[in-house]
């Protein structure tokens, strides 16, 4: 067998020799740091990614199927995190990225992006495989390589066999990897009925909680293991749930990792797939018959009248369910990644992660782009509110021409305000739309680290990278997502408190 041209260097003219790793990086998921010297007789497989982006997200699943194949075989796989987001470039949030998406293989955090200049890496995922003589033999850019990476693979490992140039023994990795024990894991969305029913995705651990306002749990819908499967409460499976929507006593789930939209009946207790097949859908679709079509990490769902509108990050999409017909199909968006406003379907969107009817405005956070954006449904027309590009973010207030978001995934709006969960500046921002104010409500600002407005020691746990904001009855109910709690910021006295579950 011989490598196949077309995987061989591509973009890897200069270099040839993978460069070592930097001495001084943080390392996950090993004791101690890892060196091609210390590699070598082993095919190393790096993944170049970050954790916002939806394709390295994608691109997981496929690792760790290569993993499990090659368990027992001189084949190393190295997740190096080239963060894109300023919070990126932290290695406790690089943590509990790792945990959050059960990555069990090591990953060096990649400060200052140091090992992608040095591998001259140009997009997120890309995939480099050396040789186990330290050659770099494949680059490539994307997701969705799984045949390609492991044809290179097994080359490799035909050949040096051959050679003799196959470690003698397997590499031992050692890691002391913590997985947090809390009620809640990495809770990523929520909701809130008219009557105030709170419904919680509690996410890692593949289930939704109901409770009420004062946080007693009435149902847990979903037996906690990763899967697809419709049923009754507790036996039904999720796998990563996000986004809910309540329709009266229906709710309506984003299953994000089963690429499914799910829905929740009450009255008879049970779970049932409404749209997705719980496999990753195409780049473009058309759409179709909900059941049939394969959708792309839905991320986030929100209902008006008949409609559920489904912000579908894997596809840079709004999406559209209808319960009467039973029809998925695009709604806003080309598909493409960026942020271009106009007719809804000529839009270019990027990851949509939380959306949020009000009156005949759909809003949505656009979270790659670091924008708050709004579809006007009557018109059909796309319109960005804050936000400017793929690469401009911050933490700023004022003018909502000048403020800075930085990758957001929850929203919602009441009156002329919308209330954002900034996710990766760990704050709740509010955007006045009378004045076209932005301000921070509660979390960092840029002068310094106040928890709230009137709290200048921050004597309170600080929200940590929280997924959703939700307004009821003069209070913000957010999932504080890496810290594991469900939180209630009361507007009146400007007071931050944990909802206790219980």
């Known amino acids: 067998m011989k490598l196949p041209k077309q995987y061989m260097f591509e973009g890897f003219f200069t270099v040839t020799k993978a460069p070592e790793f930097p001495d001084g990086f943080e390392w996950i998921n090993t004791d101690e740091p890892l060196s091609f010297d210390r590699l070598k007789g082993n095919v190393v497989v790096l993944d170049f990614w970050t954790y916002c982006c939806i394709n390295c997200m994608h691109t997981l699943p496929t690792l760790a199927e290569l993993e499990k194949k090659y368990k027992d075989r001189q084949v190393v796989f190295i997740g190096v995190h080239s963060g894109k987001f300023f919070a990126e470039q932290d290695a406790d949030n690089v943590r509990n990225a790792v945990l959050r998406y059960n990555i069990s293989h090591p990953v060096v955090v990649d400060r200052k992006m140091q090992i992608w200049q040095s591998f001259g890496i140009n997009a997120w995922p890309t995939i480099v495989i050396i040789d186990p003589c330290g050659t770099v033999v494949y680059k490539q850019a994307g997701e969705g390589r799984k045949e390609e990476i492991s044809d290179v693979v097994d080359v490799l490992l035909e050949k040096h066999s051959r050679k003799g140039t196959l470690a003698r023994e397997l590499p031992t990795i050692h890691s002391s990897k913590k997985i947090p024990s809390a009620l809640l894991s990495f809770p990523g969305k929520l909701a809130i009925s008219d009557v105030g029913k709170i419904a919680i995705s509690d996410s890692n651990h593949n289930r939704i909680l109901i409770s009420d306002l004062s946080g007693k749990i ?5 037996s906690g293991h990763e899967g697809l499967m419709d049923g009754s409460f507790d036996l039904c499976k999720f796998f ?42 195409p780049w473009i679709s058309s759409g179709g018959d909900g059941t049939s079509t394969a959708l792309s990490s839905p991320w986030d769902v929100a209902c008006k009248d008949d409609i559920v509108y489904v912000a579908m990050a894997g596809n840079h999409q709004i999406w559209t369910y209808d319960i009467q017909t039973k029809m998925v199909l695009p709604f806003a968006g080309t598909g493409q990644e960026n942020i271009i406003d106009g007719p809804a379907r000529a839009a270019q969107l990027a990851q ?151």
């Not at 969960?421 to 840029?446: C, F, H, M, P, W």
Request: with cysteine; net charge negative.
């Open 218 to 222: 009435e149902h847990v819908i979903g």
């Open 240 to 281: 990563r749930p996000q986004g809910l929507a309540w329709n009266d006593k229906i709710l309506f789930v984003a299953d994000t990792e089963n690429h499914a939209i799910r829905k929740i009946d009450f009255e008879t207790r049970t779970v049932l797939t409404v749209a997705g097949t719980g496999v990753q859908g």
């Open 352 to 502: 949509p992660s939380g959306v949020f009817v009000h009156g005949d405005k759909l809003y949505f956070a656009d979270s790659e782009v670091s924008a708050i954006r709004q579809i006007d449904l009557c018109t059909k027309t796309v319109k960005t509110l804050v936000g400017h590009g793929l690469f401009e973010f911050g933490h700023r207030d004022g003018h909502m021409d000048d403020a800075l978001f930085q990758h957001p995934l929850g929203l919602c709006v009441f009156g002329e305000t919308i209330f954002v969960a900034d996710t990766y500046n760990s704050a709740i921002r509010t955007i006045d739309l009378k004045n076209n104010q932005v301000l921070t409500l509660v979390g960092k600002t840029e002068k310094n680290l106040l928890c709230l407005p009137d709290n200048p020691e921050c004597s309170i746990l600080p929200l940590y990278e929280p997924s959703d904001v939700k307004y009821y009855e003069d209070k913000l109910y957010i999932t504080d997502t890496n810290n594991h709690l469900i939180r209630v910021f009361d507007l009146r006295t400007n007071s931050l408190n944990i909802l206790n579950l219980k």
